[in-house]
T-cell receptor, first 116, second 113 residues
């Protein structure tokens, strides 16, 4: 079956521009996560969606970052007024259900964002 | 404050030998641990996990050991194969309803043929 897909795979933008990154989770997965991996760093949690519940935005680094999930499926991560420190690989993951014992998160291939 | 640490950024092992990847954590509330493997240009893929009620979990060539008193876990790969060359991340979580994984910085394993 289809895994988690993300688009674009690479994005180069100029400082100050806005970017949108897209994630298509595995069909039927109710939980969706965004992470980012900066150079030499581990995966950093950004935001989490579970069904119709309010998202956990506690990992978003600034108010320039926002995300939405439409219809409980596709998610878009938006970064406004990009800065060079936003350059990273942005990874999306989904899981069947969250809460209780952790279930396996399945990751997409990521979007490599480069801010010039 | 890095709650999950992988202090070895890289490791080289001869094919057929054992690979041992280490991970330390500081948060005593963590009770569920995972290892993910990542190839270049791909997302991390789940490899193996362990709950804190166990001290060992084995899946084929992969075994994870957990030492709760030392807050240390390790991944053993025996025998190592060239296809195992990848970046390995350990992650930790609390099972008390939280879903967040805290990841380490990864160890790049290179298995030499």
């Amino acid at each position: 079956g289809a895994g988690v897909s993300q688009s674009p795979s690479n994005k180069v933008t100029e400082k100050g521009k806005d970017v949108e990154l897209r994630c298509d989770p595995i069909s039927g997965h109710t939980a969706l996560y965004w992470y980012r991996q900066s150079l030499g760093q581990g995966l950093e949690f950004l935001i989490y969606f579970q069904g119709n519940s309010a998202p956990d935005k506690s990992g978003l680094p600034s108010d320039r970052f926002s995300a939405e999930r439409t219809g409980g499926s596709v998610s878009t991560l938006t970064i406004q007024r990009t800065q060079q420190e936003d350059s990273a690989v942005y990874l999306c993951a989904s899981s069947l259900v969250a809460g209780g014992p952790p279930d396996t998160q399945y990751f997409g291939p990521g979007t490599r964002l480069t801010v010039l | 404050d890095q709650q999950v640490k992988q202090n070895s950024p890289s490791l080289s092992v001869q094919e057929g030998r054992i690979s041992i990847l280490n991970c330390d954590y500081t948060n005593s509330m963590f009770d569920y641990f995972l290892w993910y493997k990542k190839y270049p240009a791909e997302g991390p893929t789940f490899l193996i996990s362990i709950s804190s009620i166990k001290d060992k979990n084995e899946d084929g060539r992969f075994t994870v050991f957990l030492n709760k008193s030392a807050k240390h876990l390790s991944l053993h790969i025996v025998p190592s194969q060239p296809g195992d060359s990848a970046v390995y991340f350990c992650a930790a979580s609390e099972t008390s309803g939280t879903y967040k994984y805290i990841f380490g910085t990864g160890t790049r394993l290179k298995v030499l043929a």
